[in-house]
């Protein structure tokens, strides 16, 4: 069996992005990345409750509060939504390649927030050297939330989204391969 590793962030459109994958039998291990430090544990407990809605079995969770605050911090703030993605990548690849997964899910699609215009995007695929499978990528997000309600995840993720506390009010949407190792370096 095809397995991957789906991120789940318990907004609209990573669940979206699941169930499409799922249903092409394709097992799904759901990783959530939490920044309990500044947002609680509200988002996770909305991932966890999503990945059980889905039939999704394996559910890892990362605590990254201290991760993002580092970022934030250190780096350019400009940077942080494409340094943070890059970061969850990375993650993600370790844990698809020890489950044995061949593949990442997101629920990013092109241009809805500033780390998902084209160039960012690819941006954050050079972070690792697996695929990465998106398949919202060409929808807009009236699109996403109405199927997300015809599925039923729309009830579990509405709220606010509090992915963004830790980002800048001016996001980089043109980021370049060689700014962001730059960036990294200030992390080690």
């Not at 499978?133 to 807009?140: E, G, H, K, Q, S």
């Not at 699109?143 to 579990?156: M, N, P, R, S, Y």
């Amino acid at each position: 069996m095809v397995k991957a590793v789906v991120l789940l962030s318990g907004g609209i459109d990573s669940p979206v992005a699941a169930w499409f994958i799922k249903r092409l039998g394709v097992e799904l291990i759901a990783l959530h990345f939490s920044n309990r430090k500044f947002t609680g544990d509200e988002p996770e407990k909305k991932a966890r409750k999503l990945a059980k809605f889905l039939g999704i079995k394996k559910f890892i969770c990362i605590d990254a509060s201290d991760v993002f605050e580092k970022i934030a911090t250190l780096c350019n703030r400009r940077f942080y939504f494409v340094l943070m993605k890059r970061y969850m990548m990375r993650e993600a690849e370790k844990i698809a390649k020890k489950e044995g997964c061949s593949f990442i899910v997101t629920g990013e699609s092109i241009g809805q927030v500033s780390s998902q215009t084209l160039s960012n995007l690819i941006a954050i695929t050079k972070a690792v050297s697996m695929p990465i499978v998106r398949p919202l990528l060409t929808m807009d997000k009236q699109e996403i939330v109405d199927l997300a309600k015809k599925i039923g995840t729309f009830e579990i993720s509405k709220g606010p989204e509090v992915c963004d506390l830790l980002g800048p009010k001016h996001p980089v949407t043109r980021s370049k391969h060689e700014e962001l190792l730059k960036e990294e370096e200030l992390l080690k």
